[in-house]
């Protein structure tokens, strides 16, 4: 059985209100691609601000949509580890 | 009795027209941007931008309420404000390009 050794990890931080947000999401969905969907303006007071310090790791103007595309690699794979790191 | 998305649709592009722009031509488009509007309205007593995260506090978000203090500068750059709803005759008639309107807004506002 082969088992993926490198995945993608996908998170979208997005307002519930914002219409480039929602077609981010469905181009996500329509393909069928796992993410994490991070809804700021829906969350409470100290999860918002939790999110938003998150989303400005990655981008330090915080605007929406922001689509965070990490890759992973499990376990001890070179050839993997070599290729992402490259 | 609260605005229609409809009514307001027709106030907001009246706005636009006296302004020298246009909404942008995607209507459906344009009611999802007024109903991110409203839903704002609705939580915060003011219609901030749909496209940014408000503070709930009207003196921190005076600058994101619609029309946002950005919308002119965008739109000469970019012929579109950042949530693309107010937008240039040229870019409605797509003799311009079309891109992503980056934040111009202070991120510690």
Known sequence: MDVPTTMKK????????????????KFLDDNRIPYTLVEVD????????????????????VSYPTVVIEDVVLGYDIDSL????? | MSITA???????????????????????????????LLKNEERYGYRSCP???????????EDIMCPCRYKDADIKDF?????????SREWNAGTIPRM??????????
Do not use: M
């Open chain 1, 42 to 61: 829906s969350l409470d007071g100290s999860e918002q601000w939790a999110a938003t310090k998150e989303l400005s790791r990655y981008n330090p103007q």
């Open chain 2, 6 to 36: 409809d009514h307001l649709c027709e106030i907001l592009g009246k706005y636009a027209a006296s302004q020298g722009n246009q909404l942008n031509s995607d209507r459906e488009f344009v009611l999802d941007v007024i109903a991110g």
């Open chain 2, 51 to 61: 496209c940014r995260l408000a503070t709930g506090v009207k003196e921190r978000d």
């Open chain 1, 10 to 25: 996908v998170t979208l931080f997005a307002l519930s209100t914002c219409p480039a947000c929602k077609r981010v999401k």
């Open chain 2, 100 to 109: 992503p309107v980056p934040e111009r807004r202070p991120p510690k506002k």
């Open chain 2, 79 to 87: 012929g579109s404000c950042y949530c693309a709803l107010y937008v």
């Open chain 1, 82 to 86: 070599q290729a992402k790191l490259q």
